[in-house]
C-alpha cells in the first residue's frame, strides 16, 4: 500500500541552525510528494511540492528533492528562525481515479532563540 | 485561502450522542476530505467527496458518515459518538485551478466524554 513514514520528533533547534526533517515512503506508481506546515491553532497549509524524480521544491528558504532511487523527500532548511516553530508533514498524491493525500504523522519543531 | 469555514471550532459531548460536524466552501470546488488529526497519526483521511451526492470511504471511516447535498457543504455525522472520536477533526478541499493543492479549514476539536 502507500504510507509515508518521517521521524517524529520533536526537534528542538537553536535559532539560525540547520534543518533536516527526513521523510520516506512507500508508493505504487510515480506520486507527487508534498510538504506541509502547521502553524499553532491552524490548519495545514502547503509548503512544498514536487510532482516527479528529481524534482526539487522550494519555499520560505525550504528544499526538499524528490529522490526515486532511495523513496525519499526530506525537508531542509540552512538557518532557522523562531517563526519557523510549527509541526511539519511529508505527503504523497496518489493518482487514481479521486486523488487522495496520504500525511505522514508529522515532526514538531521548535526553534529557540 | 479558499473560504472554507468549519463549525463549530469546538464541541464536548457525551458518549453515545449524535454529533454533526459542517464544512462549508465558497469557491465550489469539487473535491472535499474530511480528515482527523491525533498525535503519532498525523492526518487520517475519514470519507471524501467527489461530487454532489458523490462521496467514498477514507481509510478510519468506521462509525462516521458523510453527505454532500449541495458542492459548497460537506457534513460529517457521528452517529453515536465514542471517547475514540476525540480528535481534531479537518475539513479540505483540492483546488483543481490552484494547482491541485490542498486549502484546509481552521479544524474542530471535538472532545467526547
Known amino acids: 500500500g502507500n504510507s509515508v513514514t518521517q521521524m517524529e520528533g520533536p526537534v528542538t533547534l537553536s535559532e539560525e541552525a540547520f534543518l533536516t526533517i527526513n521523510c520516506t515512503y512507500t508508493a505504487t506508481g510515480y506520486p507527487s510528494l508534498f510538504w506541509y506546515v502547521q502553524y499553532p491553532g491552524e490548519g495545514l497549509q502547503l509548503l512544498l511540492k514536487?510532482?516527479?524524480?528529481?524534482d526539487k521544491g522550494s519555499n520560505k528558504g525550504f528544499e526538499a528533492t524528490y529522490r526515486k532511487e532511495t523513496t525519499s523527500f526530506h525537508l531542509e532548511k540552512g538557518s532557522v528562525q523562531v517563526s519557523d516553530s510549527a509541526v511539519y508533514f511529508c505527503?504523497?498524491?496518489?493518482?487514481?481515479?479521486?486523488?487522495?493525500?496520504?500525511f505522514g504523522p508529522g515532526t514538531s519543531l521548535s526553534v529557540i532563540p | 485561502d479558499a473560504g472554507i469555514t468549519q463549525s463549530p471550532r469546538h464541541k464536548v459531548t457525551e458518549t453515545g450522542t449524535p454529533v454533526t460536524l459542517r464544512c462549508h466552501q465558497t469557491?465550489?470546488?469539487?473535491?472535499m476530505y474530511w480528515y482527523r488529526q491525533d498525535p503519532g497519526h498525523g492526518l487520517r483521511l475519514i470519507h471524501y467527496?467527489?461530487?454532489?451526492?458523490?462521496?467514498d470511504k477514507g481509510e478510519v471511516s468506521d462509525g462516521y458518515s458523510v453527505s454532500r447535498s449541495k458542492t459548497e457543504d460537506f457534513l460529517l455525522t457521528l452517529e453515536s459518538a465514542t471517547s475514540s472520536q476525540t480528535s481534531v477533526y479537518f475539513c479540505a478541499i483540492r483546488a483543481a485551478d490552484r494547482d491541485e493543492k490542498l486549502f484546509f479549514g481552521s479544524g474542530t476539536q471535538l472532545s467526547v466524554l
Open positions: 505527503a504523497l498524491g496518489v493518482k487514481t481515479s479521486y486523488d487522495k493525500v496520504i
Open positions: 514536487a510532482t516527479k524524480a528529481d
Open positions: 469557491e465550489n470546488h469539487r473535491y
Open positions: 467527496s467527489y461530487g454532489v451526492k458523490d462521496t
